[in-house]
Every structure is written in structure tokens, then in C-alpha cells.
């Protein structure tokens, strides 16, 4: 019984993890379109090409973060 438990435990945890993949991987997107749309980064004026290759960065990063938690919901329900 005291298996059991575990297996179920950790699979809630993996679901979290999941989620929290999910949820960043939103946040570096909306970072990624601020940064395309205003070229600033706080008090910090960036140069278009900056601004281009950071928000670059940060979009495939966040897509690669939504990706990989999608994979992992997946995994974790079969």
C-alpha cells in the first residue's frame, strides 16, 4: 500500500512540474513580445538587433518550455 502512495505522489508531482513548464513557458513568450514590441528592457534602452535576438532567444525558449511540459502531461497519463 505504502508503494502505491508513492507512485501516486510522484505523479502528482510530475504534473506539477508539467503545469510549471507550461506557465513559464507563457511567461518567456510574453516577455519575448514585449521585448519585439518595445525594445526596452526596464530603464535599458536596447538597439533593434538587441532586442530582435534577445526576444529570439526568449520565444524559443518558451515554446521548447511549453513543448517539453505538453510532452510531459502526455507521458504521465499514459
Do not use: C, P
Request: proline residues 0%; without cysteine; positive net charge.
Amino acid at each position: 500500500m505504502a508503494s502505491e502512495d508513492l507512485n501516486r505522489k510522484g505523479t502528482n508531482w510530475q504534473r506539477v512540474r508539467a503545469m510549471q513548464h507550461i506557465g513559464m513557458g507563457t511567461v518567456y513568450l510574453i516577455i519575448a513580445a514585449l521585448l519585439f514590441w518595445v525594445k526596452t528592457f526596464g530603464t535599458i534602452e536596447l538597439s533593434k538587433g538587441v532586442a530582435y535576438a534577445l526576444g529570439g532567444l526568449l520565444l524559443v525558449y518558451g515554446v521548447f518550455r511549453i513543448w517539453r511540459g505538453i510532452r510531459d502531461l502526455k507521458n504521465n497519463t499514459e
